[in-house]
């Protein structure tokens, strides 16, 4: 089944405030999933999981993180875990979310959900639909050397100091 052709309630574009058009008639939102792993020399780093986007997408080619559309029974929170599980096979009961950043403009948001990895959960993520090329956890310091998405480019700064911040579940 080709699922760029599977449409849900709250899939459409809307016409913004800010003059552009952007995916969510209820908003959107994304999951950006951290761990702390231990090198191989004892030291520690943090990863977060990106996808890369298919190119037929918006924006397509570029990486961030998986999310979509709100359905319209949905919290952002709710939205963020489910777009995670379908693009990139992250359980949402492996997931202690830890904040929220939200990018309003008026019409229409975008709510970042900041998470960790649940203790013991499974770090496997993978390419769960076709609309990721590929789906990974990436060095929160290789982050920028990456072909971002726009507004995820734009975010970076405050979603990196973020996602230091929420520490180990």
């Known amino acids: 089944m080709d699922l ?21 008639l209820n908003g959107a939102a994304g999951l950006l999933l951290a761990r702390s792993v ?13 996808q890369h986007r298919a190119v037929w997408s918006h924006h397509g080619g570029t990486w961030g993180v998986p999310g979509g559309a709100i359905a319209p029974d949905e919290t952002p929170t709710e939205g963020a875990l489910r777009e995670a599980h379908e ?29 960790v990895l649940r ?11 076709d609309e990721s090329l590929e789906v990974r956890w990436v060095p929160v310091e290789d982050v920028v050397d990456l072909p971002l998405l726009p507004a995820f480019g ?3 700064p405050v979603l990196r100091s973020e996602v230091l911040a929420a520490g180990p579940a």
């Open 119 to 129: 203790p013991g959960a499974s770090a496997t993520v993978r390419e769960a639909d």
């Open 87 to 115: 693009e990139a096979g992250i359980e949402p009961a492996d997931v202690v979310v830890r904040s929220t950043h939200v990018l309003d403009h008026g019409t229409w948001s975008y709510t970042t959900v900041v998470g």
């Open 4 to 24: 760029r052709h599977v449409r849900r309630p709250g899939d459409g574009w809307l016409d913004c405030a800010c003059g552009q058009k952007h995916w969510g």
């Open 38 to 50: 231990t090198l191989d020399d004892g030291e520690a780093r943090v990863e977060v999981v990106l």
């Open 154 to 156: 734009d975010a970076w």
